[in-house]
């Protein structure tokens, strides 16, 4: 039972994490003015494809930077499937 509940617990930390990234990845590319458009789910493959185009439209660190966070976001997403 208690592990059951760590499952848990660890799946909602993953999520937040994810979320926290999304969230930064969207607020950096707003900073240049910069916003997904025209995708029911910006983060799934088509809003993936967009998003990616958009990180190539910033200045080199913000770019790298991005890159590491949409990274990251992968990484979270691939431990949420694996712990599913």
């Keep these: 039972m208690c592990d059951?509940?760590?499952l848990?617990?660890?799946?909602m930390?993953?999520?937040c994490q994810r979320t926290r990234l999304k969230n930064r990845i969207?607020?950096?590319?707003?900073?240049?003015?910069l916003a997904l458009e025209g995708c029911g789910d910006c983060y799934g493959r088509g809003g993936r494809a967009q998003r990616?185009?958009?990180?190539t439209q910033v200045p080199p660190h913000t770019q790298?930077?991005?890159g590491l966070l949409l990274a990251q976001r992968d990484f979270v997403d691939q431990q949420i499937r694996q712990q599913e």
């Design 4 to 6: 059951l509940r760590e």
């Design 8 to 11: 848990t617990r660890v799946r």
């Design 26 to 33: 969207s607020s950096t590319l707003a900073k240049y003015g």
């Design 52 to 55: 990616n185009r958009l990180v």
């Design 64 to 66: 790298w930077v991005g």
């Design 13 to 15: 930390v993953l999520s």
